[in-house]
Structures are given as structure tokens and as C-alpha cells.
């Protein structure tokens, strides 16, 4: 019972979490927003029990790819010009 | 460069998740997980502590250079086992270690997992695990280094 209300509230948070990472302005709260999202698909890919894609995906989703964006966002600009 | 606040929590949360990246590793062939995810926890330990330290730190410390020794390590070990069981088992990634008395040549006995069994197969995980904390490492390392001295200039 609680594993099926998993299965529908985590896809929901999924794509919450990606639309608030595309229409913020705040470049470096997007990419906190990617890193959470990165951390419910892990959480989702648990529950379908697959935990090594799970391990996989918090490591290198959760944190390489945010310090990677954190790391160009430094080097450029930190907010998203009107268009 | 962060935060006094920033760097304490970095410090003393870098330990735990350096000893948990190495005990996904070792135990490759009976849990979950493995070199490459294993590889990925230690890395990303290190870049903790890139983050919260500061580039010039860190590069203090190690240079890139020998951080692509040590992937050209792991890959020379992985592929040297595998060679190994060529020249003792007569085919390419032969399990010669399984079943004798050497390290991880036990047989698992029961259904509990005994870390002391499966052949080749830890050593070729560390050798992944070597090759993947130094490459993801280094990449990282290499675009703040470049985003520094960019700054510096």
C-alpha cells in the first residue's frame, strides 16, 4: 500500500522539481532544484529495486553533475538574462 | 573559498563517506554496488572538499599528472588480471584464483555472504574503483583549476 502511494507521489515530485529547475531565473537555485530531482529518481530506482542503478545515480547525478554546474556557474553569469 | 561553517561540516563528514566509498567497493561481488559506484562515493568526497577549501588547496596537494597515473593504474590492472588468467587458466579472464588457498580463493559455503570469495573478481573492482575516484577527480579538478587561474588573470 505504501510502496503503490510511492510509486505515484515520487513522479509527481520528479516533475515538480524539473519545471521549478526550468523557470527559475536563479541559475544556482536550478541547479540545487536538478540535484534534488537527481536524488528522487535514485529514490524511485530504489523502489523499483534497482539498487546499484540507485547508488549510481545519487553519486554522480546528486553530486558530480551539480559540482560541475556549480563550478560554471562561478566562471560565467548567476542570473538568467530577460529575453 | 567558503565559510568557516561550511568547511568544520566538510571536514568531518569527509571521513564517513570516503570509508562508505571504499566498503561499496570491497564488497563489489556480494552487495550492491561495486568499482564504479563505490568510485563515484569517494569522488565525490574529494570534491567536497575542492568545493568548500578552494582550488588552491587542493593543488597543493596532488597535481593532475599524478592523478592520470593512477587511472592509467587501474586500467593496467584490470586489464593485467585478465591477462593473468590467460597465462594461469588458458583463457582471457579466467577465475584462476577460485577454489585455492589464496586471498578471496574461498567457496562460499552457506547462503551468509563471506567476504572472503570470488576469485579475480575484487581485485578487478578495485582496479575499476582506482580508475574511476582519479578520473572523475580529475575532471572535476582540472575545470576549477581552469576557472581560477581565468579569475586570477
Same mark, same amino acid.
Given at each position: 500500500m505504501i510502496i503503490e502511494l510511492l510509486h505515484i507521489i515520487i513522479p509527481? $515530485?520528479?516533475?515538480?522539481t524539473s519545471l521549478v529547475a526550468v /523557470? $527559475?531565473?536563479? $541559475?544556482?537555485?536550478?541547479?540545487? &532544484?536538478l540535484a534534488a530531482m &537527481? /536524488? $528522487?529518481l535514485s529514490l524511485e530506482f530504489y523502489i523499483l529495486q534497482a539498487p546499484d542503478v540507485a547508488i549510481a545515480e545519487a553519486g554522480v547525478g546528486a553530486c558530480l553533475t551539480t559540482a560541475i554546474l556549480v563550478l560554471a556557474i562561478k566562471a560565467t553569469a548567476r542570473m538568467e538574462e530577460e529575453s | 573559498m567558503m565559510s568557516k561553517i561550511v568547511k568544520t561540516i566538510a571536514g568531518i563528514s569527509f571521513p564517513f563517506i570516503t570509508i562508505y566509498g571504499l566498503y561499496v567497493i570491497a564488497h563489489g561481488h556480494l552487495t550492491p554496488g561495486g568499482g564504479f559506484q563505490g568510485g563515484a562515493i569517494v569522488a565525490s568526497g574529494l570534491i567536497l572538499l575542492l568545493v568548500a577549501y578552494g582550488t588552491d588547496w587542493i593543488i597543493e596537494k596532488i597535481k593532475e599528472s599524478h592523478l592520470s597515473i593512477l587511472e592509467s593504474l587501474g586500467a593496467l590492472g584490470f586489464i593485467g588480471v585478465a591477462f593473468l588468467g590467460l597465462i594461469f587458466g588458458g583463457m582471457f579472464f579466467t577465475n584462476f584464483i577460485a577454489g585455492t588457498?589464496?586471498?578471496? @580463493? @574461498?567457496i562460499p559455503t552457506s547462503t551468509a555472504a563471506n567476504i572472503n570469495t570470488g576469485g579475480t573478481l575484487p581485485l578487478m573492482n578495485f582496479a575499476v574503483g582506482l580508475k574511476v575516484i582519479a578520473g572523475l577527480f580529475a575532471i572535476v579538478l582540472v575545470m576549477a583549476y581552469a576557472i581560477s587561474k581565468e579569475e586570477g588573470e
Open positions: 509527481i $515530485l520528479i516533475v515538480a /523557470l $527559475l531565473r536563479d $541559475l544556482m537555485a536550478s541547479a540545487i &532544484s &537527481s /536524488l $528522487l | 588457498s589464496m586471498l578471496f @580463493g @574461498g
